[in-house]
C-alpha cells in the first residue's frame, strides 16, 4: 500500500498567486515527521519545510506553510506569491518510527510549473 | 561543511560490468540513506544505516545490489554485474538522529547502463 500518496502529478500556477500541492499518508505510528523537498531541473533535493506529529501549529517556513490535518492524514504544502524559481518537483515524504527506525520514503511527486 | 558528497556525478558502463558508487556523508550525521530515482517508480530507498549498521534492505531490487558502511565518514553502493534497467539517478542522504531534523542529499549519480 502506498505509505504517502501525491494525488497531482502536475500544476500550473499564476506567477504571485498561492497554490497547494497535496500529500496525504498513511501511518500506524503515533510518532512520525512529515517533510517536503523541492526538486529543480538541476536535480539538487533541496529540503523545505518539516511538520511533527505531536506538533499542534502548522509549520511555517517563509513563503512556504504547511497545512497538517492529523485526523484526515493530510500534509499539503502551500506556496504563497510563487515565484517562477518555484517551478520544480516537489515531494512530501514521511519518516515513520521517529523513536526507532527514522525510515525516510517518498512520495511521487508534483511537478508544479509558474507561468509569468 | 561540505554536505553529502557523491561520486562519480555521472558513470556510463557497458552491461555486466560493476559499478561503484560512493557517498561521504557530512561529518557527525549517524543515518545514511541510498535512494534510486526514475520515472517510473519515483524515488525508491533501497537501503539505510544507523552507526555503520545497515538497518533495512527491504529495497535493495536484488542480489545484484550490495551496499556496504565501513565507517562514518564512508559508504558505497555496488551493482554487479549491472543492467540496462539499473540505469537512474542513485542519490546518497544522511540526517543526525536524537531530534527531528530532515535528511540532506547529494548531488546525486546519473547512472546509465548500455
Known amino acids: 500500500a502506498q505509505k504517502i500518496t501525491q494525488t497531482q502529478p502536475g500544476m500550473f500556477v499564476q506567477e504571485k498567486e498561492a497554490v497547494t500541492l497535496d500529500c496525504t499518508y498513511d501511518?500506524?505510528?503515533?510518532?512520525?515527521?512529515l517533510f517536503w523537498y523541492k526538486q529543480p531541473s538541476s536535480g539538487e533535493m533541496i529540503f523545505l519545510i518539516y511538520?511533527?506529529?505531536?506538533?499542534?501549529q502548522n509549520a511555517t517556513e517563509g513563503r512556504y506553510s504547511l497545512n497538517f490535518q492529523k485526523a484526515r492524514k493530510s500534509a499539503n504544502l502551500v506556496i504563497s506569491a510563487s515565484q517562477l524559481g518555484d517551478s520544480a518537483m516537489y515531494f512530501c515524504?514521511?519518516?515513520?518510527?521517529?523513536?526507532?527506525?527514522?525510515?525516510?520514503?517518498f512520495g511521487s511527486g508534483t511537478r508544479l510549473l509558474v507561468r509569468p | 561543511d561540505a554536505g553529502v558528497i557523491q561520486s562519480p556525478r555521472h558513470e556510463v558502463t557497458e552491461m555486466g560490468q560493476e559499478v561503484t558508487l560512493r557517498c561521504k556523508p557530512i561529518s557527525g550525521h549517524d543515518y545514511l540513506f541510498w535512494y534510486r530515482q526514475t520515472m517510473m517508480r519515483g524515488l525508491e530507498l533501497l537501503i539505510y544505516f544507523n552507526n555503520n549498521v545497515p538497518i533495512d534492505d527491504s529495497g535493495m531490487p536484488e542480489d545484484r545490489f550490495s551496499a556496504k558502511m565501513p565507517n562514518a565518514s564512508f559508504s558505497t553502493l555496488k551493482i554487479q554485474p549491472s543492467e540496462p534497467r539499473d540505469s537512474a539517478v542513485y542519490f546518497c542522504?544522511?540526517?543526525?538522529?536524537?531530534?527531528?531534523?530532515?535528511?540532506?542529499f547529494g548531488q546525486g549519480t546519473r547512472l546509465t547502463v548500455v
Open positions: 501511518t500506524s505510528d503515533q510518532s512520525y515527521g
Open positions: 542522504a544522511s540526517s543526525i538522529s536524537g531530534g527531528v531534523t530532515e535528511a540532506f
Open positions: 511538520q511533527g506529529s505531536y506538533d499542534e
Open positions: 515524504a514521511m519518516r515513520e518510527g521517529m523513536d526507532s527506525s527514522y525510515k525516510l520514503i
